[in-house]
């Protein structure tokens, strides 16, 4: 027992799990996304790659690899293949944007380099300090991106031309509110939906708002349309609500 707690606190083990998220960088911002994480469902299970010598966080469904985010070997131990997604955090103590990610650019080549051959597709979400570099990442395979200083300026630029709107966006990113806090969650969509209208009517029911598919906002024009095989769509409602859909 006293082997197994050491080696876990200096991340020499192996997940062994799937579906699982993993972390890369330990952060001031990637903690509070496992607490986000960890608070969004009780069975998640979360791995954090970092090459920090004992975990910076415990918890009975959270594992920590020690290693470079770069290694091969250490990709196959956090078992990024099998996740959900992998989520790759800007390191703390680089000023530089350049510098910064820089790093994140070479750890998703070597991400897209171990998923070469594999079955699955590793889904990956990138923290960009500067929208100039996504060009740069066009060349590798990063599903989406998190523009953190961008978000921020845009979300200050939008709360002081709409007082309170802060107030908004931050129940929506955050579930600390529990199972009665409004929250954005996808829908499967059902066989008996053909158009937007239908699933629209469907949800209002059940006390859920339809409001996007994909990245698309201006679903309320297209009530008529029918819903394409590969719509994803998005609703705002309570986690009951949720769950009983």
């Not at 910076?56 to 290693?67: A, D, K, M």
């Not at 650019?105 to 070469?116: F, G, K, N, P, V």
Request: hydrophobic share 35%.
């Amino acid at each position: 027992v006293s082997q197994y707690k050491r080696m876990k606190e200096e991340g020499k083990m192996t997940f062994k799990g799937e579906n699982h998220y993993v972390i890369i960088g330990s952060t001031a911002k990637s903690k509070n996304t496992i607490k986000e994480l960890f608070i969004g469902d009780e069975k998640t299970e979360i791995v954090l790659i970092d090459e920090l010598e004992k975990s910076p966080y415990e918890h009975e469904r959270f594992l920590f690899i020690q290693g470079s985010p770069t290694d091969d070997d250490t990709l196959r131990r956090a078992k990024i293949e099998s996740s959900k997604a992998v989520l790759l955090f800007a390191p703390d103590g680089i000023d530089n944007p350049d510098l910064a990610d820089g790093k994140t650019l070479l750890t998703a080549s070597s991400i897209e380099r171990y998923d070469e051959g594999m079955e699955k597709n590793i889904y990956t979400i990138a923290e960009i300090l500067n929208e100039k570099h996504v060009s740069n990442f066009k060349h590798v395979k990063i599903d989406e991106f998190i523009l953190s200083y961008e978000s921020v300026s845009n979300l200050m630029a939008k709360s002081a031309q709409t007082n309170g709107a802060s107030h908004l966006f931050t129940q929506l990113l955050s579930r600390k509110d529990g199972d009665a806090g409004s929250d954005l969650w996808e829908v499967d969509v059902r066989s008996d939906w053909e158009t937007y209208g239908d699933a629209h009517e469907y949800l209002k029911q059940k006390g859920a708002q339809l409001i996007a598919d994909r990245s698309d906002l201006n679903i309320l024009k297209k009530w008529d349309e029918t819903i394409p095989k590969e719509a994803r769509l998005f609703v705002i409602c309570d986690k009951n609500t949720y769950q009983s859909l």
